[in-house]
Every structure is written in structure tokens, then in C-alpha cells.
């Protein structure tokens, strides 16, 4: 079947402004989960969602972060007044349950110049 | 807070040599411990993974072992290949939370020398 799919593969956009991510996790997964991985790093974690509800945002960096899944299947990560400090591969990761296996999507990689 | 600290950061062997990867934990109410292999500009992908009822899994060359009263897990790759080449992760699940929130550790380059 289908894996865990990112919008956009690439993004590059300037210092200060506004970017959405998207991530379709695979049919059926309840739980999913974004990622930040900067270079020759670990993914560090960033939001998780159990259905619709955000239950663990605890690793959102600041404010400037919010992610939203409305529907319960695709999640949009939201980015306002970019820094170049952003900059970094969001991976999204989905699984049957938060006790299942995670499989990642291939990421985004964000480029705020 | 949870932290995994992965040794060592890059390691080089001959084709057909034995790799073996070390991460040690900090949280004792981790209880899923997952390896991810990640070629460059590609996905983590899990290779083998392993819950803290047991002690050792095996799947074909790879293998993980677990201590957790040391809290400490490793992957051991047997006959290696160059096709492994690759950067290899190992992870914690954040026990004391409800959430599945990994721990990753910083990763090891492996490379295979043919």
C-alpha cells in the first residue's frame, strides 16, 4: 500500500515569511507524528496527534509553530515569520497506534534564506 | 529530561565484517526501542525493533540485544555488505508520557568497505 507522503519534497522561501507543510500518513493510522531533523542529526520530535487532537505538542520550538489534522488522516504543519534557524528537514512519521511501529515520509526540506 | 546518547558516531568495516552499533538510555519506563537505517536525502527506515519483554531479536544478519537493568540496547549487523552503508538511528519511546514521542540518538555512519 501507500506509505507516508510530504507536500512539498522541497521548500525554500525567505526570512519572515509563511510556510505550510503537509503530510498524508498512511490509511488507517490514528497516530501521527512531526519530526524536525536538522543536518547530521536525530529527528527530534515536535507534535503528536491521536486522532484529530493534538495530544503531546510539546516539542513545538515556540508559537511560531502549530500543526492542525482536522479531518484525522492529512496534518498540516504551520510555520509564521520564518527564521533562518528553521531551516531543517520535517519529517512526518504515522502508525496504527502510538504503541505501533512508526513509518516516516521522505520530509520536507525547508531552506529559509 | 529522556536523552540517548549512540556510540560511536561513525565506524568503517571491511565487507563481511561484523558492525556493531551501542545506545544507551535514560528514561527506565522506556519500553520500545526501534533502529532506523537513513540513506542520504532518503527516509529513516525502520530495520528492526524490539519491546522490553524481551531480551534479544533476531532477523536474518541483524540482530538488537537489550539491558535494561544497564539501559542499554544495541544493533549488530553479521556479513556486512556495502549496500548497509548507510547512517543507522536507535531510539527510545518516551516511556513516562502517553504519547509514542521517539528519542532519537545522534546516529552512526556506517560505512562498508568493499
Known amino acids: 500500500g501507500a506509505g507516508v507522503s510530504q507536500t512539498p519534497s522541497n521548500k525554500v522561501t525567505e526570512k519572515g515569511k509563511y510556510v505550510e507543510l503537509r503530510c498524508d500518513p498512511i490509511s488507517g493510522h490514528t497516530a501521527l507524528y512531526w519530526y524536525r531533523q536538522s543536518l547530521g542529526q536525530g529527528p527530534e520530535f515536535l507534535i503528536y496527534f491521536q486522532g484529530t487532537g493534538a495530544a503531546d505538542d510539546s516539542g513545538l520550538p515556540n508559537d511560531r509553530f502549530f500543526a492542525v489534522r482536522p479531518e484525522g488522516s492529512v496534518s498540516t504543519l504551520k510555520i509564521q515569520r520564518t527564521e533562518r534557524g528553521d531551516s531543517a528537514v520535517y519529517l512526518c512519521?504515522?502508525?496504527?497506534?502510538?504503541?505501533?511501529?512508526?513509518?516516516f515520509g521522505p520530509g520536507t526540506r525547508l531552506l529559509v534564506l | 529530561g529522556e536523552n540517548v546518547e549512540q556510540h560511536p558516531s561513525t565506524l568503517s568495516v571491511q565487507e563481511g565484517d561484523s558492525a556493531v552499533i551501542k545506545c544507551t538510555y535514560s528514561?527506565?519506563?522506556?519500553?520500545?526501542f526501534p533502529w532506523y537505517k537513513q540513506e542520504l536525502g532518503k527516509r529513516p527506515q525502520l530495520i528492526i525493533d524490539i519491546r522490553s519483554n524481551v531480551g534479544e531479536k533476531k532477523d536474518q544478519r541483524i540482530a538488537v540485544t537489550l539491558n535494561k537493568t544497564a539501559k542499554h540496547f544495541s544493533l549488530h549487523i553479521t556479513e556486512t555488505q556495502p549496500e548497509d552503508s548507510a547512517v543507522y538511528f536507535c531510539a527510545a519511546i518516551h516511556g513516562s508520557s502517553n504519547t509514542g514521542k521517539l528519542i532519537f540518538g545522534q546516529g552512526t555512519t556506517l560505512q562498508v568497505k568493499p
Open positions: 512519521a504515522s502508525s496504527l497506534n502510538r504503541k505501533e511501529t512508526q513509518y
Open positions: 528514561d527506565s519506563a522506556s519500553n520500545y
